[in-house]
């Protein structure tokens, strides 16, 4: 099982709506961002060392979990790699997605104009299964 820190494990219900915000090339990483909803402070979910994703724009009510039986021929493409990888499913309401990384990690954020994915408060992350 991927290591995890904090108190949430997977899968994660996040009840909110999240888009694609932004993925850099350069470090592999893919930020996801649930903008601030009136009252309530924005969410990021920044994926580090991607190596495969096939996504849409966004998942409403997105709920972050690990591959059920069916779908981990989703990950063929990046089996094979000698490093281990994470996979996660994006599962939102009418649409799924598939991400393999080396881990991600959840931040709340309240500085609305910062979306770098590294500010704000740390809520868990998940890391890549150690071999």
Wanted: charge should be negative; proline fraction near 5%; glycine fraction near 10%.
């Amino acid at each position: 099982m991927a290591g995890v820190s904090g108190d949430v494990g997977l899968p994660w219900r996040t009840g909110r709506d999240f888009l694609l915000w932004r993925y850099g090339v350069g470090h592999s990483q893919l930020l996801l961002r649930s903008p601030d909803e009136g009252a309530r402070e924005a969410l990021t979910i920044k994926f580090e060392a991607v190596e495969f994703m096939k996504l849409r724009r966004g998942y409403a009510d997105l709920v972050l979990r690990l591959p059920l039986a069916g779908e981990e021929a989703e990950f063929e493409e990046v089996a094979s790699l000698p490093i281990p990888q994470l996979y996660i499913v994006l599962e939102g309401r009418t649409h799924i997605g598939f991400v393999s990384c080396a881990r991600f990690i959840v931040r709340k954020v309240d500085d609305q104009g910062n979306d770098s994915g590294d500010c704000g408060e740390l809520l868990f992350s998940v890391n890549r299964p150690r071999h």
